[in-house]
């Protein structure tokens, strides 16, 4: 019985930090704050492309101009 429930505890504290690692190797890389005089951040992709990530629920577009019809 004790057995039982130190095997059963072992496990999910095992879980547990299994899970804390994946979080933390999954997190985004912090940015350093740059100075006041310092070079303007690279730009993203959205800010080239001139228009926002599109919304995932929104209804497509009939035609775009990056996928070109092959006739």
Same mark, same amino acid.
């Given at each position: 019985m004790?057995?039982?429930?130190l095997? #059963?505890?072992?496990?999910?504290v095992?879980?547990l930090?299994?899970?804390a690692? #994946?979080?933390?190797?999954?997190?985004?890389p912090q940015?350093?704050?740059?100075?006041?005089?310092?070079p303007?951040?690279?730009?993203?992709?959205?800010a080239?492309?001139?228009?926002?990530h599109p919304?995932?629920?929104s209804?497509?577009?009939?035609?775009?101009?990056?996928i070109?019809?092959v006739?």
């Open positions: 004790l057995s039982t429930l095997v #059963i505890g072992g496990v999910l095992g879980l930090v299994l899970l690692l #994946i979080v933390s190797l999954s997190a985004r940015t350093a704050a740059r100075a006041a005089d310092g303007a951040p690279a730009r993203s992709w959205v080239d492309a001139g228009r926002p919304d995932a629920w209804p497509m577009a009939t035609s775009t101009s990056e070109p019809a006739r």
